[in-house]
């Protein structure tokens, strides 16, 4: 079984006491931090229905924690917010490639050059021969296993056919998954190449995030 790193998704977390949370889940053993939803799934309420708090959140945090700040931006625009969230200290700067198009190699260029890492995002839907153009340039591919929104859905178990097509063309890529995640499928997402594991739901529904988390982690050690 390979090796991945769990990334709990802090839309499921108790926003009033964010920084606790956040710290809560490093000491639980998180080793990146998906800012999904509440910081920076950050939804602009036209790419998805619903809408978050943006950079604003992200700087916050950071004044808390010292971890991998994985964003995942759910915005028609995300070429708008890269100054933003670089300033604001996020580590990883993840687009949807359905908003950003034929900009993308531009705006992987405009993340690296604020000194982020870039990511790009896929939904279930659309097909991943789309981010080959990019492959060579991206850091990251999110594959999401759930339509982006909310957390809390059911695991599309059809997308996991699309990391195992990018891990074979692309073996040093990090492939990450998003959506409907735990211990019950965790091994599928792993054993198709991902290397990165978005929880939520799983992480922060569960008694005890902690075992939880070195549950996860134990399930994808070689
Ligand atoms: C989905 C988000 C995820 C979400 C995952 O739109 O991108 O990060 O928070 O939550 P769960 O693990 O509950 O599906
Ligand atoms: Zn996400």
Not at 40 to 60: C, E, L, Q, R, Y
Not at 121 to 148: G, N, Q, S, W, Y
């Amino acid at each position: 079984m390979p090796s991945a790193k769990i990334a709990p998704s802090i839309l499921s977390s108790d926003f009033s006491q964010l920084a606790v949370e956040c710290k809560r889940m490093v000491e639980d053993g998180a080793d990146w931090l998906h800012m999904g939803h509440v910081l920076a799934d950050v939804m602009d309420g036209h790419f998805v229905p619903n809408i978050t708090i943006g950079a604003p959140i992200i700087k916050s945090v950071r004044k808390h924690v010292d971890t991998f700040l994985d964003c995942h931006l759910m915005v028609t625009d995300p070429d708008k917010w890269v100054e933003d969230f670089a300033k604001a200290g996020a580590s990883m700067y993840t687009f949807h490639i359905e908003a950003a198009g034929e900009d993308s190699k531009a705006l992987i260029d405009k993340i690296h050059e604020h000194g982020m890492r870039a990511g790009v995002a896929v939904k279930p839907k659309t097909p991943i021969e789309t981010v080959f153009p990019i492959a060579d340039v991206m850091d990251m591919c999110l594959v999401m296993t759930v339509e982006p929104g909310f957390g809390g859905q059911k695991f599309m178990e059809k997308c996991i056919e699309k990391v195992k097509v990018l891990r074979e063309k692309f073996p040093n890529l990090d492939i990450e998954v998003d959506g409907g995640l735990g211990l019950d499928n965790i091994d599928i997402a792993a054993n198709a190449g991902a290397n990165v594991i978005v929880a939520g739901t799983s992480i922060f529904g569960s008694p005890n995030p902690a075992d939880t988390i070195s549950k996860l982690r134990a399930s994808v050690e070689t």
